[in-house]
């Protein structure tokens, strides 16, 4: 797919296929994130790669918005470090929603469907994991091919109004 239509094509997709997705596909999904801008090139990540159906199961579980994940063939998780200050805290997100994207944008070139989800309770997520507490699980990303429609540029995105947000020169 051109990058342009991958990035108008791209859209949380909460249902998928029983369809396994390779793990070549994987391993380039993961590759996205692993290639992704950091702050200084911290790369204060890491991925893991989820495909067992007790540990998707499971993971479904963690958060009210985290539901899709247990029908999804695999999953992602992003790990960072616990943060040592709150300046390190917002840098990590920052850095963490780059390399969300870029996995996301990836995995829309293949025609596999992305879902975010947050993580509430943290406990439950590292221990699913084997995640030390060291260590926050910060997202998780359900990775399937869509059940609803294929992943194609969507015309009329739900967005505010381009003029609105969109400014040049002042505000
Ligand atoms: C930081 C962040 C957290 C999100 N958490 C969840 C979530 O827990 N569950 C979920 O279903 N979607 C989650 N989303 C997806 C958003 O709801 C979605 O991106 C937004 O509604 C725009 O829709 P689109 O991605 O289909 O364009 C999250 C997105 C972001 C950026």
């Known amino acids: 797919m051109e990058t342009w239509d991958a990035i108008r094509a791209r859209r949380n997709v909460r249902s998928y296929t029983a369809a396994p997705v390779p793990e070549s596909d994987l391993n380039r999904i993961a590759e996205a994130g692993w290639r ?3 702050a200084s090139n911290r ?4 991925f893991i790669v989820v495909t067992d159906r007790k540990q998707l199961t499971e993971l479904a579980t963690v958060w009210r918005g985290a539901r899709h994940i247990a029908d999804a063939p695999a999953a992602i998780a992003l790990v960072v470090p616990e943060p040592a200050d709150d300046r390190t805290r917002v840098v990590d997100q920052y850095d963490l929603g780059q390399a969300t994207f870029a996995m996301m944008l990836a995995a829309t070139d293949l025609g596999i469907g992305t879902g975010h ?3 509430g309770d943290q406990d439950k997520a590292r221990a699913i994991l084997g995640v030390p507490d060291t260590h926050v699980v910060s997202f998780l990303l359900g990775v399937g091919y869509p059940a609803d429609r294929p992943l194609q540029p969507i015309l009329k995105p739900d967005r505010r109004p381009f003029d609105e947000v969109v400014h040049y020169g002042h505000w």
């Not at 790369?43 to 890491?46: I, N, P, R, S, T």
């Open 43 to 46: 790369q204060h990540w890491d």
């Open 36 to 38: 992704a801008p950091s």
């Open 117 to 119: 989800s947050s993580v």
